[in-house]
């Protein structure tokens, strides 16, 4: 306590969403200002509840450090005159310092002699330094969205109510807008409104919870999880597992308190994903399953209050589902209706992009360009995926999807099986969709898979087409996102594709649509990607120089490049390499423009390029398959016997002959051994990390 910061700001009720970001960025934000300000301090926790972002600091310095303070004035010659008394230069320069003439000393630069005062600068009580730091973390604290009320002119993201900041039991005092800090807080809002003083972190959390409300995260998380789980055990049943829910919901009640529902057994011929859907998106509700993981017509809805009557309790949330379920319940049957196939020819009237044309005609791009990939990757499945690229977008139509956005490809799957759809089709539509962010899931099987591939890329050409381009933090069709979902897609399915090959195709399907020059537009394409491809592997902890040797020389099979990266990593802690890569630098310089390849044996009159020549004609020979069969581990290890013969070619053999013919032998020479390691990547570029 004695050196403990606890400090709370109440507000009204925060987005569950923007809880864990705030408290994540108090941290940092406290962590940069202690520092800046060289106050040292121990751990740092942080609580809160909708009401309330909370801090605590353990072992925060009473003061500053004192601190020798030099400051540089004018030159010598300019601050003492003839006569070595000083002038207005010096004068002022004391003056703006509030020291007299004698205070200034001399000394030597590297820019010559100048003037400087030495003061001793006495450390701040940390007290004193609080008040100030803690006013900039409110106004610096960034949320997605913030507003302003009243007639103040903070922003933040609900109104303030009140502030609790104590440090070593005192209070920091400050004010913000009209409101003043104190060591008071409040309970819950309902069960328990009065305010109370509190003295440190321990007794914060003691008297809170004896007001009804869990402001450690973790307690309340767990709490949430006993409640529900007791609720559930009164329907026979256990809780769907659901961890995004149980985050939200803990973020959205002080203290939970768990109520078992029911729901009418007809409901139950909705799809589980429909009923799961209406109770959890809107309601926040949990559905309830039995021992065999099937839906039963019950929910558990979590109140921030305790309820006297649970029956009445119950019934007041069934009412509100009930509304939910029967809409979904008619959707259901109307969507029912028509076949997915049918609503194809109604995407015209639904745009895509503003230039881009319709949904309709970006279905049809898709259909096309999924095919051709079906055609090289999967040829006996080219008309099941051209088939699920038809279908991919019909479900947007639907009065299900339009009620529930979340449930887009989820219903053209289950509509697709009531319409009699192959299964693989069916699995297809819902998959294409996948990855919907990084780390999530990728899609199974091959319909899904290129279709998904055939989506991302046209809506990536399509928006550089027409200068659509991420700049900055600026992305508004998500093109990064789309690019590493299908980079994962293709390295998780090890397909050799031909990228370049795929975004020409891309653009062509586009027509006149786009307002690009091809060509450049294509390059740009694969450079995008390529960039997004060594961001994510050096993320990953590939270094960085090892991806760029392989991607600086070719990129297009993004499989095949990361086989590549994959063995120079893992041959450059060889000592031999080091070596070598030192040595293809010296090549790559000596050679610069060189291109011719071809070698006059009868030039090579040296001992060491005559055995420099045969080694490599022995190497070439020996990898060539080896690359043809891209075991690139092997190739390498096959490159390294030019160690030897390379140095001692360089130590011996002087390149620049005066003699051009047999300078212009030697240079090709060396071009043709860049060309053999070139096949695998740029050694040169490895150089920087295997000579550490």
Known sequence: MAHELLFEIGTEELPAGFIMPALENIKNILTKKLSDFSLKFGEIKT??????????????????????????????????????????????????????????????????????????????????????????????????????????????????????????????????????????????????????????????????????????????????????????????????????????????????????????????????????????????????????????????????????????????????????????????????????????????????????????????RITKLAGLMAEKLAPDLTETVKRTARLSKSDLLTAMVNEFPTLQGVMGRDYAILDGEKMEVANGILEHYRPIRAGSELPDGIPGTLVSMADRLDSIAGCFGIGQVPTGTTDPYGLRRLSLGLLHIIQDKSFSISLSEFVEKALDLFEDKLTEDKKRTQKNILEFIKARFANDLISEGVPAEAVEAVTSISFGDVVDCRKKIEALVSISSQPAFTLLAGSFKRVMNIIKDHDDTSVDRGLLTETAEQSLYETYLAVADESEPLLEEKKYDQALETVLKMKEPVDTFFDDVMVMSEDLRIRNNRLSLLTAISRLFLKIGDFSKMYTITAQ
């Open 47 to 364: 609580v809160a509840t909708p009401r309330r972002l909370t801090v605590s600091i353990s072992d925060l310095t009473d003061r500053q450090p004192d601190s020798i303070e030099e400051i540089t004035g004018p030159p010598k010659k300019a601050a003492y005159d003839a006569d070595g008394n000083p002038t207005k230069a010096a004068l002022g320069f004391a003056k703006s310092r509030n020291a007299s003439v004698d205070d200034l000393k001399v000394v030597a630069t590297p820019k010559g002699e100048y003037l400087m005062l030495v003061s001793e600068k006495k450390g701040k009580e940390t007290i004193a330094i609080l008040p100030e730091l803690l006013v900039e973390l409110i106004r610096e604290l960034p949320f997605p969205k913030s507003m302003r009320w009243g007639t103040g002119s903070t922003s933040f993201a609900r109104p303030i109510q009140w502030l609790l900041a104590l440090y070593g039991g005192n209070v920091v005092r400050f004010q913000i807008e009209n409101i003043s800090s104190g060591n008071i807080t409040k309970g819950h809002r309902f069960m328990a409104p009065d305010p109370f003083e509190v003295k440190d972190f321990t007794n914060y959390l003691d008297k809170l919870r004896k007001a009804h409300v869990m402001a450690d995260i973790s307690e309340r998380r767990n709490g949430l999880m006993k409640e529900i789980n007791q609720a559930a055990r009164q329907a026979e049943g256990t809780i769907l597992p659901d961890d995004e829910l149980i985050e939200i919901v803990t973020q959205l009640v002080e203290t939970p308190h768990a109520i078992c529902g029911t729901f009418e057994k007809r409901f139950l011929d909705l799809p589980s994903n429909v009923l799961i859907t209406a109770m959890r998106e809107h309601q926040k509700y949990f559905a309830v399953i039995n021992e065999n993981n099937k839906l039963l017509p019950n929910f558990i809805a979590v109140n921030n209050t305790m309820v006297k009557d649970a029956k009445l309790g119950a019934e007041g949330h069934q009412r509100v589902l009930r509304a939910r379920l029967e809409d979904a319940l008619f959707f259901f049957r109307e969507d029912k209706k028509r076949p997915l196939a049918d609503r194809v020819a109604d995407l015209s009237g639904v745009i895509f992009q503003a230039k881009l044309g319709t949904l309709l005609e970006k279905t049809e």
